[in-house]
C-alpha cells in the first residue's frame, strides 16, 4: 500500500493557491449572529454566569466594517450603500461600542463581588463549624 | 454470576445503543446471564431488549455491572451504591463549553457527565475505553484501574441493506461532486468550518458540487439556524442540503452518492461516521483533532490545521488525482479490518474474561 506524503501534496496545493493568485478572505461564521433562543436556567447558576462574562468579553465589540461575498454586483451596491450610510452608521456604531464597554466592565465587577462574596461566605462557614466544635 | 448492562439512555441508531446491544448479543451468544437496564428506552428499541432501570434486580458482590457513560444523569452518582464489579465504558462527554449560547440543556447535561465521570474515578474497577484519546480523557480524570481500548461494535451488516432509492437515484450520476459529512449537527462537530471548505472548493474549484450534512438537529435548533444563515450569507445555500432526522435508508442513500467524507470536527470520542465512510468506500478528508486520528489509524488524509482554501485544494486534488485517491481508499480498507465485529467482540470477551479472572484471583 503507497503511503501517501501529506506535507508534500499540503505544499504544492500551497503553491498552486499562490500560483493562481486565489483569495482565502471570505466571510466568518463568527459573523454570523448567534439570536436569542437560550432563555438560560431558571435559577442562579455560577457557571453559567461566568461562561455568560466570558461570552461578553469576547463580543462586547461590534465590527462596523463586514466582509460581504456573493455577486460582485450585489457586493459592489452593498459597499456603495454602505458609504453613503456611513457618516450616520459610524457614529453610532461608536456609541453603542463604547456603551458596551461599559456593560462588559459591569459584568466583570459583578463577577469579581460575587467570587469575593463567595470566598467570604466559604470562610463565615469554616468559622462557624470551628465554633461549633468548640462549643461540642 | 450476572453480567448486566447500565445506562442511562438506551436510542436505536446512535453509537452507544448501537455498542450496547451488540455487546448484549456477544454476552448471550457466549452464554452470559445478561440483561440491559436503562433510565430512558427507545421506541425502537427491540420490545424486551432492555427495561427500566427500576425493574433492576438487587445485585450481588460476585455480579458485573457494565456501565455506559455518555452524558450527566443522577446514574453516575448512584453507581457505586450498586453491589458488584463494575466495569465503566467511557464514550467520552462532549466538553460542555460548545453548547454555550445553543443549548442550556446540553450545556448542563455535559458539564455534569463530566462532573460525573471525575466522581467514579476511584468507584470503578475496570474501564473499557472507544479510543486512546478517551483512555488518556479517563487517566486526566484520576482513574488508576486498568483501562483497556476497545473500539465500538459497529453494525456493518446493517449497511449492507437497501438504500432509499428515490435520494440515491437524485443525487446521483448527475454531473455532480458530493461532498458528505455524518453525524449531529453539533458544534463540536463544528459544521460550520465543513460549510467553509466547501464554500472555497464550490467557488474556486467545482461549481458543481453540494455538501450533504447528515444529521438531526433536534436540540440544536440555534445552531442550525446559524449554519443555514451562513451558507446563505456565503451565497452557498443551494449547494448545502440539511437533511435533519431521516431514515436508515435515506443515510445509506446519502453515502452511496457521495465523492468524498469531509470531517471537521473538534471533540469526538471515536466518530462512527468514520468507519461508515470507509466501509462505503469514500475517501476521507479530516480535521486532526481528538480521536480522529486514532480511529483512521493512519488512513484517510489528516489535516492539521483548518485552512478552508487549503482544505478545499486538498479535496479538488484527492478527487482529480486517482492514485492518491486509491491510496487512501487502499489505507482506510485496511484500518476497516481492525473494526470487523467479530475482530471487536472476540477482544470484548477477552476483556471481559481476563477481568473476571483477575478480580477472582484477587
Known sequence: ?136 | MRVIQLLTTISYGDAVGNDVLAMDASLKKAGYDTCIYAENIGKRIPSGAAKHVSKMPETDDGDVIIYHLSTGTDLNYRLPEYRGKKILVYHNVTPHTYFSGYSQIAWQLCRDGRNGARFLADKIDYCLADSEYNKEELCEMGYRCRIDVLPILIPFDDYRKEPNRKTLEHYSNDGYTNIIFTGRIAPNKCQEDVIAAFCQYHRYYNEKSRLMLVGNYEGMESYHERLVKYAEMLGIKESVIFTGHIGFDEILAYYRAADLFLCMSEHEGFCVPLAEAMFFDIPIVAFDSSAIAYTLGGSGFLLKKKDPLETAGVIDHILKNDSIRDSILQGQKARLEDFRHEVIEERFLACLKDFIGDDNEK
Open chain 1, 1 to 136: 500500500m503507497e503511503q501517501i506524503n501529506v506535507e508534500e501534496i499540503m505544499d504544492q496545493i500551497r503553491r498552486e493557491i499562490k500560483e493562481k493568485g486565489l483569495s482565502s478572505e471570505m466571510l466568518s461564521f463568527d459573523d454570523i449572529s448567534m439570536g436569542g433562543s437560550d432563555k438560560g436556567p431558571s435559577e442562579f447558576d455560577l457557571a453559567y454566569f461566568e461562561d455568560k462574562i466570558n461570552q461578553v468579553n469576547q463580543g462586547y465589540f461590534v465590527p462596523v466594517i463586514r466582509f460581504y461575498s456573493g455577486n460582485p454586483i450585489k457586493v459592489l451596491i452593498k459597499k456603495i450603500i454602505r458609504k453613503i450610510n456611513s457618516c450616520y452608521i459610524v457614529p453610532i456604531m461608536a456609541d453603542q461600542n463604547k456603551y458596551n464597554e461599559t456593560l462588559m466592565h459591569v459584568a466583570n465587577q459583578m463577577e469579581l463581588y460575587i467570587e469575593q462574596n463567595e470566598k467570604e461566605k466559604e470562610a463565615l462557614k469554616k468559622r462557624i463549624e470551628e465554633l461549633e466544635r468548640e462549643k461540642a
